[in-house]
């Protein structure tokens, strides 16, 4: 075990000894320790014991807690903390520019136990209020946990997109002459990628990259891949190929397996042909991406990919927040912003009062946003803004306001937000309850699980869109790239039993009215025809289906 080792266990100890609020002269000598042990040049594992003992600038605890570690492989304080401290938690220690206090607030008053989570919540502004918080931290914090989570093994596609773009583009200048593309996971547009991989044809000696800012060869350069690392987060795995071979193994990266043979049975792979083209040839016309990994796609009729939904479809904004509950901007800014990017209607859905730490509405506050909006409807029409709520779906399965009021509302995202660690007939009891509820319309991310941080309490989804079916209610694919809720994969069964999906962007500030993108995109991956959802209807559409119930 080499200094840098040792040191870092008593790091470790030290932040978790202040994160369970431990004895503070302790915990400043095992931090002091951290420093000194790394500044010690010899190494301390070949030192010996009355050696150690002389360390400058370490006491009798730690030298004892040097020898343990160096004599049964562990420090027994350590461990005991580390049991009872959540993995995630531990995750969050790692994360650089948040110490172990920020941690113990965030884990105390948000009960967020990983990065993904916290990542979420900044994404929901949870963080402003907490003391020793405010908007300029949630910011910085956002952004490196984005990079945490992106310096993991997966990376979500709706966080590196656009970085992705950048890369590829700053790559191919660097490379004038040569064909490169992404392959793989992003190029089917997964909402999570477990391998970035990026295609370059003639041959590429890794040396080529190795001069590049921010790229750093992990290998040298065997002969059909390598991997490299940029900006020191991103793993990056490099294939490389003859010019003639590039669409072949485009495909081959790409697609699934039997539809990949299919193609390659055709032998036009290598002729220049596009890939397009091939798949049409092949009878597999205007099959999009989205789609190329589908498991027996090449067996699917043509007509299941026809009429899928795209971006271009979508006429409204459902599911939106303002500052009336944890929004960043106003309803008017909200709106604005959604009428000016050319949609012809939007919903504010802010949370129900039950929704405290989320600053959920009051009687009162739901009558004055509606005064609000039938001012702004007045001065904005056609335009039209939808009164809606995110109601709370309650331990017992009902809705958050009294009937009364409920009524007052044109819709009722029925979402649940508390004591979610329940057992499956728990969930099923309140999810079917709110179901059944006349006022709800649409049921908000379904299983309220976060990618890469929770999976979410358990359901049966079958019996969650057959109870949406006989109700009329409609499903939310909630479109912020952390929920993509419902799972793409039930979208098929939601067409069947003619159950609408709302892709819903869950918008907390004017930005993330974008993260329909992803919603779609998913949408897209699981066959969601246009024609099924919600939000693709007209604004006259949208009213008489609103009416319907
Ligand atoms: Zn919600
Ligand atoms: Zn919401």
């Given at each position: 075990?080499?200094?840098?080792?040792?040191a870092?266990?008593?790091?470790?100890?030290?932040?978790?000894?202040?994160?369970?609020?431990?004895?503070?002269?302790?915990?400043k000598?095992?931090?002091?320790?951290?420093?000194s042990?790394?500044?010690?040049?010899?190494?301390?594992?070949?030192?010996?014991?009355?050696?150690?003992?002389?360390?400058?600038?370490?006491g009798?605890?730690?030298?004892?807690?040097?020898?343990?570690?160096?004599?049964?492989?562990?420090?027994?304080?350590?461990?005991?903390?580390?049991?009872?401290t959540?993995?995630?938690?531990?995750?969050?220690?790692?994360?650089?520019?948040?110490?172990?206090?920020?941690?113990?607030?965030?884990?105390?008053?948000?009960?967020?136990?990983?990065?993904?989570?916290?990542?979420?919540?900044?994404?929901?502004?949870?963080?402003?209020?907490?003391?020793?918080?405010?908007?300029?931290?949630?910011?910085?914090?956002?952004?490196?946990?984005?990079?945490?989570?992106?310096?993991?093994?997966?990376?979500?596609?709706?966080?590196?997109?656009?970085?992705?773009?950048?890369?590829?583009?700053?790559?191919?200048?660097?490379l004038?002459?040569?064909?490169?593309?992404?392959?793989?996971?992003?190029?089917t547009?997964?909402?999570?990628?477990?391998?970035?991989?990026?295609?370059?044809?003639?041959?590429?000696?890794?040396?080529?990259?190795?001069?590049?800012?921010?790229?750093?060869?992990?290998?040298?350069?065997?002969?059909?891949?390598?991997?490299?690392?940029?900006?020191?987060?991103?793993?990056?795995?490099?294939?490389?190929?003859?010019?003639?071979?590039?669409?072949n193994?485009?495909?081959?990266?790409?697609?699934?397996?039997?539809?990949?043979?299919?193609?390659?049975?055709?032998?036009?792979?290598?002729?220049?042909?596009?890939?397009?083209?091939?798949?049409?040839?092949?009878?597999?016309?205007?099959?999009?991406?989205?789609?190329?990994?589908?498991?027996?796609?090449?067996?699917?009729?043509?007509?299941?990919?026809?009429?899928?939904?795209?971006?271009g479809?979508?006429?409204?904004?459902?599911?939106?927040?303002?500052?009336?509950?944890?929004?960043?901007?106003?309803?008017?800014?909200?709106?604005?912003?959604?009428?000016?990017?050319?949609?012809?209607?939007?919903?504010?859905?802010?949370?129900?009062?039950?929704?405290?730490?989320?600053?959920?509405?009051?009687?009162?506050?739901?009558?004055?946003?509606?005064?609000?909006?039938?001012?702004?409807?007045?001065?904005?029409?056609?335009?039209?803004?939808?009164?809606?709520?995110?109601?709370?779906?309650?331990?017992?399965?009902?809705?958050?306001?009294?009937d009364?009021?409920?009524d007052?509302?044109?819709?009722?995202?029925?979402?649940?937000?508390?004591?979610?660690?329940?057992?499956?007939a728990?969930?099923?009891s309140?999810?079917?309850?709110?179901?059944?509820?006349?006022?709800?319309?649409?049921?908000?991310?379904?299983?309220?699980?976060?990618?890469?941080?929770r999976?979410?309490?358990?359901?049966?989804?079958?019996?969650?869109?057959?109870?949406?079916?006989?109700?009329?209610?409609?499903?939310?694919?909630?479109?912020?790239?952390?929920?993509?809720?419902?799972?793409?994969?039930?979208?098929?069964?939601?067409m069947?039993?003619?159950?609408?999906?709302?892709?819903?962007?869950?918008?907390?500030?004017?930005?993330?009215?974008?993260?329909?993108?992803?919603?779609?995109?998913?949408?897209?991956?699981?066959?969601?025809?246009?024609?099924?959802?919600?939000?693709?209807?007209?604004?006259?559409?949208?009213?008489?289906w609103?009416?319907?119930?």
């Open positions: 075990m080499v200094n840098k080792d040792i870092r266990q008593f790091n470790l100890l030290a932040s978790l000894m202040e994160l369970h609020g431990e004895n503070a002269f302790k915990t000598a095992y931090s002091g320790a951290y420093l042990i790394r500044k010690w040049d010899a190494p301390i594992e070949e030192m010996a014991a009355e050696d150690i003992d002389k360390i400058p600038g370490i009798s605890s730690v030298i004892s807690k040097i020898k343990e570690l160096l004599s049964i492989g562990h420090i027994d304080a350590l461990e005991k903390l580390k049991d009872k959540p993995e995630g938690i531990q995750q969050l220690l790692s994360v650089k520019g948040l110490g172990p206090k920020k941690i113990r607030v965030i884990w105390d008053a948000l009960k967020i136990e990983s990065p993904a989570e916290l990542l979420y919540a900044c994404t929901e502004n949870r963080l402003i209020k907490l003391p020793g918080f405010g908007l300029k931290t949630q910011q910085d914090l956002q952004q490196k946990i984005t990079y945490f989570l992106d310096s993991q093994d997966s990376y979500l596609y709706g966080n590196i997109e656009e970085e992705l773009g950048v890369i590829l583009k700053k790559i191919q200048k660097a004038p002459g040569y064909q490169l593309d992404w392959v793989g996971e992003f190029a547009k997964a909402p999570v990628i477990s391998k970035l991989q990026m295609l370059v044809a003639p041959l590429l000696p890794s040396e080529k990259l190795a001069g590049l800012a921010g790229v750093l060869v992990k290998e040298e350069s065997p002969e059909e891949a390598f991997e490299i690392e940029y900006e020191e987060r991103l793993k990056i795995t490099i294939h490389t190929c003859l010019k003639r071979d590039f669409n193994l485009w495909c081959l990266h790409t697609m699934n397996a039997g539809l990949y043979d299919r193609l390659a049975e055709l032998d036009e792979l290598g002729t220049g042909q596009d890939i397009e083209e091939v798949l049409t040839n092949a009878g597999f016309e205007g099959l999009p991406p989205e789609l190329f990994d589908r498991e027996e796609i090449e067996s699917y009729p043509p007509a299941y990919w026809e009429d899928l939904v795209s971006e479809d979508i006429k409204g904004i459902i599911h939106n927040h303002s500052t009336y509950s944890d929004g960043m901007n106003s309803l008017e800014e909200m709106a604005v912003h959604v009428r000016d990017a050319g949609y012809q209607y939007f919903a504010i859905c802010d949370h129900s009062r039950s929704a405290f730490y989320a600053q959920g509405l009051s009687v009162d506050r739901v009558i004055e946003q509606m005064e609000e909006i039938d001012r702004l409807n007045e001065k904005f029409a056609p335009f039209k803004i939808f009164k809606g709520i995110e109601s709370d779906i309650l331990g017992d399965g009902s809705l958050d306001y009294e009364d009021v409920l007052k509302f044109d819709l009722i995202v029925a979402s649940i937000h508390s004591n979610l660690r329940m057992e499956e728990k969930a099923m309140r999810l079917i309850t709110a179901i059944e509820n006349p006022f709800t319309r649409i049921l908000g991310h379904p299983t309220g699980r976060l990618l890469l941080a999976q979410g309490y358990p359901i049966n989804h079958r019996k969650v869109i057959d109870a949406c079916a006989a109700n009329g209610v409609a499903i939310e694919l909630n479109a912020n790239p952390l929920r993509l809720d419902i799972d793409y994969t039930w979208l098929d069964y939601c069947e039993k003619e159950v609408m999906v709302s892709i819903n962007p869950d918008a907390h500030s004017r930005a993330q009215v974008a993260y329909v993108r992803y919603g779609v995109l998913a949408a897209r991956k699981g066959g969601l025809k246009v024609e099924s959802c919600l939000n693709a209807f007209t604004l006259e559409e949208f009213g008489k609103l009416r319907k119930k």
